[in-house]
Nanobody
Framework: QVQLVESGGGLVQAGGSLRLSCAASGRTFSSYTMAWFRQAPGKEREFVVSIDWSGSRTYYVDSVKGRFAISRDNAKNTVYLQMNSLKPEDTAVYYC?????????????????WGRGTQVTVSS
């Protein structure tokens, strides 16, 4: 069992930056692929980025490439999402998720554990 708790959301102006964190419980954190999803009001939850167990491989949705960066610290059981050059369309609740298996997977159903989310609001 893995429990995930996100933090770091908030209100920021367009062009600004935020760093999200996701703290995981459990001794097997380093075995999991980790990902960030987001859900904007009235929209489906969408994949943003994933990182493999070692931190060496990542996969980004096109809309955030070059602006967002995922990383993980397995010693601290934490995954991070550095978000730069934020746009109003990045406004959403951001969720951390974990799965056993390939990092190259973007579907909601393939992730076994989810956090409760953290709100990111980008003002224009």
């Amino acid at each position: 069992q893995v429990q995930l708790v996100e933090s770091g959301g908030g209100l920021v102006q367009a062009g600004g930056s935020l760093r999200l964190s996701c703290a995981a419980s459990g001794r097997t954190f380093s075995s999991y692929t980790m990902a960030w999803f987001r859900q904007a009001p009235g929209k489906e939850r969408e994949f943003v980025v994933s990182i493999d167990w070692s931190g060496s491989r990542t996969y980004y949705v096109d809309s955030v490439k070059g602006r967002f960066a995922i990383s993980r610290d397995n010693a601290k059981n934490t995954v991070y999402l550095q978000m730069n050059s934020l746009k109003p369309e990045d406004t959403a609740v951001y969720y951390c998720a974990a799965r056993m298996g390939s990092y190259y997977y973007t579907g909601n159903l393939g992730y076994d554990y989810w956090g409760r989310g953290t709100q990111v609001t980008v003002s224009s």
